[in-house]
DNA sequence: TCCGTTTTTCAAAAAAAATTGAACATAGAG
DNA sequence: CTCTATGTTCAATTTTTTTTGAAAAACGGA
């Protein structure tokens, strides 16, 4: 099986072209680091997004000197927010996954989950106190400061559920990949982007 | 010492109130914890949120039940994203620092900053390696296999130059506040924005 | 269906990050 | 300038996250 796994590895790669291969691995996880993803699991993006073919969890387990459980969450991680998809094809009874190689789309899609989960959970607490705060303003036996303070705080969460609901939005545009982001100047590649899953 | 700290917590905040704004802030702490804020500095931004007043580092370390020393700590964070600012007058010796609350000021200069972070750990790498591999693809003595999976590697690299170049102009933008971002439907408040500090 | 293999889950171990107290540095009042 | 209190840094401790190996579950070929 050390065997298979070299037969598989893929074209080998020249020692000088895996030390400039791995400088830039190296930022990519420490950019990834950046917005608090696994720094191994950003690696393994990096390695991925090199390869740029069908890895199985064994592949990886090797490239990464891990345990394959570890690679196991890794590819959850790194599914959920799109930046890498499973075939729906197996090899050998492996699951394969491929890395999302343009940087655009993983942008949207790892910005698309983050943010509108911020959305959600903001909205979702804002709203369940509004109500109570309210009632604090207008209840009779508030005091004058008290309600006053209440009401501050009342409108600043008008302030923030405005702003979120704007982040709704923008979350939304930048999924439909809205031209609003300026994206076609930036993507000369766009023809085969979708092609090669 | 005790004393004073209880003398000026401010306005001092009902418990059914303190309650709604603990989930708030929960809330907020969550969702900085997604982009990889320490959970306990994002609790801070949001005591800070609310209070909305000068605070020194006895008073959060009182707030938060933790040293000063890493109250320290998080502030020098909290302040190199510009989520809060020190004031230039200090309070009794003791160094003051306030919350933004605009949240659209809050996330353009938090993302502007993560952002910039990204755009230069990745150029810098992407140009450190690029006249490498273009050397390996130049060089007589390469093999014509070496060359191939060296010139995909460069075009790899190249495309992933263009949309860094892209996203410097997106962070450029989002930090001028460009109206690109729609920004101007969410602000409602935005005169006062930049006087307080 | 059964069997061999891959993948996921779980609890424990290892590694990394957060927090602290003490030592040091800085600042500003007197 | 000196003295005292605040702010920062450092090394050690605590807490949390990451990683692992083993066990359970899921899968697919025969």
């Not at 699991?41 to 073919?53: A, K, N, S, T």
């Not at 607490?125 to 008290?146: G, K, M, N």
């Not at 969460?157 to 702003?163: G, I, S």
């Amino acid at each position: 099986m050390e065997n298979e796994s070299a037969r598989e590895t893929g074209s080998s790669v020249s020692p000088k072209r895996r030390e400039l291969r791995e400088k830039v691995i190296e930022s990519i996880a420490t950019t990834m680091d950046l917005y608090g993803v696994n720094h191994s699991f950003g690696q393994l993006y990096g390695i991925m997004y090199f390869e740029d073919r069908p890895m199985t969890l064994e592949e990886m387990k090797d490239y990464m000197n891990m345990s394959k459980s570890n690679m196991s969450y890794a590819v959850r991680a790194l599914t959920e927010s799109q930046m890498i998809y499973k075939l729906d094809e197996k090899k050998d009874r492996k699951d394969q996954y491929i890395a999302e190689t343009d940087f655009f789309h993983t942008f949207r899609s790892f910005f698309g989950a983050k943010l509108q989960r911020e959305v959600d959970v903001m909205l979702s607490s804002i709203r369940e106190v509004t109500p109570d705060l309210s009632e604090i303003v207008l209840a009779q036996q508030t005091t004058p400061e008290e309600r006053e303070q209440a009401l501050r705080d009342l409108h600043k969460l008008q302030h923030a559920e405005q702003y979120y609901m704007w982040l709704q939005g923008f979350v939304d545009r930048l999924r439909d990949g809205d031209p609003f982001f300026g994206t076609e100047a930036s993507q000369s590649g766009e023809k085969e982007k979708e092609a090669g899953r």
